[in-house]
């Protein structure tokens, strides 16, 4: 009878937990794996083609159809006068072709009747001159008055569609990226947060550091936003100019999160809420949300930039999706792209026509990420106005598929091969979960890093995203984390450039490397306080115990001037940044400076701490040689294995699944048993390939 007993318990459980896997993200069922989409704007066409193109996106297999984004001003084409009818329809035609629809509320473009009834309700730029109507996020989102109109129209979408069941989800806005407002709105809106935030403007004046150049207040009625275009990069203030980028990122957020809690209190819960991020988005801080349930990005990766190998500039740059869809978990576990662009874009340094099968490599590369939907904008390339030049899904007849329309076709049957073999409950491979990686990130540095660069030489938003780039060299997962996560599930945390710390920060990673974690520091972290002060105890004072060493001074070379490191096993070449580093007793130096008048001072550090160990390298090269041979040395130590891929190739497990994609411009045959099953692609990759298989 217990054995009974037992073996039912077991089944159970064993039901129980497939079930909470197949159901782990509620708005995308696992077997899925990924769900397809397509921007379509019926407000640009003739009626009489909307059922032509709606059929047409249903039997190309694209599964949902994003609507509304910009049509504000076809659903109040006056104030306080609705028109939906014509969406209706266009919502009964993707019910009749069988495809689901992602709604969107159309707060970026405001109809004209407002800026020309309440012209309040538009931004200032840094020279105090109104925005003007005809393009998009100009809004000035802590604008009373904006705000009451985004909410009545917003109220207005969701009392008609929340309930209906062929909508699977909302966007809000649109890339949303915090854009500086010197408009009086904002003004009034910034000394309010100020307020909140310091109470007293003695506190303000003693964190600003007013008693510099006068800059001295007697009340917050005197504060006015930092102006650095009026006041130069150089002379303005540093704190001042921090707490502006934490102001709009807050305003952005909650202005978010308003329009979040107006659709909630009308749609179905089954219907997700969620915004398009821009992958490169220095602004908006999607960590500060609070009502989404996840976070998507828009990827653009072919804008005319020279990238890897002489294809480069066909194949796009590989940090836009390789970034992104690690950030963009930060919000709800897990992400997908909103938008990728399927051909050429009407606003790049130049234009090529990407290499065949590239818009299906950077589908892949969503995918292999662990990507839950990917949309493309848009179905039809218009033939008028701002983006006649942005390419689509159709050519301009409406009815002919781009190259970039294909490559979706393509993808999409594929998918369908692939959710018939995926394994959603596999576990993760022993020797990746060995090489597990978190690399801590915050917008809040890169604010304060690109106001006091210190050398044009610094990479300030690509930085990070190189230890990123390593990481999955060596075929690692590697997670982009908030600095509040649980670091414990990882074997290797890299710390790139955090600058901005307190005491609770340095403990938490004090504590994870005792505990035998592998903490891998890099240059110019712990430079400041949360303030944005240096030390007084010294440079970097906080990290000193930590690291095992002092940093008694830094250095900077001067374009094409390169300095020599040598470690035991050979040289390499640095110039953008250097701290000199004297070890304490019980640390060892990896690296030392081989010329300068220092030479002989460590550049690299490392040192056991309880059960782990901590390594601090002080430099910061072009090549990341150096980067790569410490941390492969910090990783092998570990007892990971590594792999060795050359850069734009990237692996990925997922699903049951090996995924490769290949940004560079040459062929690369991939090593993989004998007994692998190839699902999709060849064992030798060429530019702009995909390969998929199983072990």
Not at 159 to 185: H, M, T, V
Not at 298 to 304: D, Q, S
Not at 419 to 436: F, G, Q
Not at 467 to 486: C, H, N, R, W, Y
Request: glycine share 8%; hydrophobic share 40%.
């Amino acid at each position: 009878m217990k054995k009974h007993i037992l073996l039912l318990w077991l089944l159970i459980t064993f039901i129980t937990s497939q079930a909470f896997s197949q159901q782990d993200h509620p708005f995308f069922p696992a077997r899925r794996l990924i769900t397809t989409g397509i921007y379509y704007y019926p407000e640009h066409w003739d009626p009489n083609l909307w059922e032509r193109d709606i059929k047409r996106i249903s039997e190309m297999g694209f599964e949902f159809v994003h609507l509304a984004e910009f049509a504000w001003f076809k659903m109040e084409p006056e104030e306080g006068k609705f028109d939906f009818g014509w969406l209706d329809k266009v919502m009964d035609l993707c019910a009749k072709y069988r495809l689901k629809v992602v709604m969107c509320t159309p707060s970026a473009t405001t109809p004209a009747w407002m800026r020309h009834q309440y012209p309040e309700t538009f931004l200032m730029n840094s020279q105090y001159i109104r925005g003007e109507h005809g393009t998009r996020g100009l809004g000035a989102i802590v604008n009373p008055a904006y705000r009451r109109f985004v909410e009545i129209i917003v109220t207005k979408m969701a009392q008609r569609y929340g309930k209906n069941e062929n909508i699977i989800g909302w966007q809000l806005d649109n890339e949303p990226d915090a854009k500086p407002d010197f408009s009086p709105s904002s003004q009034e809106a910034f000394r309010q947060w100020l307020k909140d935030k310091y109470h007293s403007i003695d506190t303000l004046n003693a964190v600003w550091g007013n008693a510099f150049w006068s800059q001295w207040y007697s009340s917050f009625d005197q504060v006015i936003i930092p102006n650095v275009n009026l006041v130069g990069w150089w002379g303005s203030n540093p704190h001042a100019v921090l707490d502006f980028k934490r102001y709009l990122a807050d305003a952005q957020a909650a202005f978010l999160d308003f329009q979040a809690h107006t659709l909630r209190k009308y749609i179905s819960q089954q219907q997700f809420i969620t915004t398009n991020y821009t992958a490169v988005c220095t602004g908006a801080d999607p960590r500060r949300t609070k009502a989404l349930d996840f976070a998507t990005y828009t990827a653009y990766p072919n804008g005319g930039t020279y990238n890897i190998g002489k294809q480069g500039f066909r194949l796009g740059n590989s940090n836009v999706i390789l970034f992104a869809a690690e950030y963009y978990k930060a919000t709800g576990g897990f992400s997908g792209a909103m938008e990728i662009q399927p051909g050429t874009v009407n606003w790049g340094n130049f234009t090529p026509l990407p290499l065949p099968g590239t818009v299906r490599m950077w589908l892949y590369h969503v995918f292999a990420a662990g990507g839950k939907l990917a949309c493309s904008y848009r179905f039809r390339q218009i033939n008028y106005s701002a983006e006649q030049y942005h390419s689509g899904i159709m050519l301009t007849d409406g009815v002919t598929p781009s190259p970039g329309g294909n490559d979706y076709m393509q993808f999409m049957k594929e998918m369908n091969l692939l959710r018939k073999e995926a394994d959603v409950n596999a576990p993760l491979p022993e020797k990746l979960a060995k090489r597990a990686t978190a690399i801590l990130w915050n917008l809040e540095n890169y604010w304060s890093f690109d106001q006091q660069r210190q050398t044009r030489q610094w990479d300030t938003w690509n930085y990070p995203i190189k230890f990123l780039q390593i990481a999955k060299s060596f075929g690692a997962q590697a997670d982009v984390v908030a600095e509040t996560a649980d670091l414990s599930k990882y074997k290797f945390v890299i710390v790139p450039a955090y600058e901005l710390v307190d005491s609770a920060l340095i403990k938490k990673w004090q504590a994870y490397a005792a505990n035998g974690g592998h903490l891998i520091i890099t240059c110019r972290t712990a430079a400041k306080n949360r303030a944005g002060y240096l030390w007084e105890a010294g440079w970097a004072a906080p990290l000193s115990s930590l690291i095992g060493a002092r940093i008694s001074a830094f250095d900077m070379l001067p374009d094409q001037y390169y300095g020599d490191v040598q470690t035991k096993s050979g040289h390499y070449s640095w110039n953008n940044w250097g701290d000199l580093l004297q070890p304490d007793k019980n640390t060892e130096a990896v690296a030392i400076y081989n010329d300068q008048f220092y030479k002989g001072a460590a550049a690299v550090v490392k040192r056991r701490l309880g059960k782990g160990d901590v390594t601090y390298i002080g430099v910061d090269t072009d090549d990341a040689k150096l980067e790569k041979d410490v941390l492969r040395d910090v990783y092998t130590a570990a007892g990971a294995t590594t792999e060795d891929y050359p850069p734009g190739v990237f692996v990925y497990w997922r699903d049951g699944f090996y995924v490769a994609v290949n940004y560079s411009s040459d062929d690369y045959a991939m090593n993989i048993p004998a007994s692998a099953k190839i699902m999709i692609g060849e064992k030798t990759v060429k530019p702009g390939g995909v390969l998929v298989w199983k072990e």
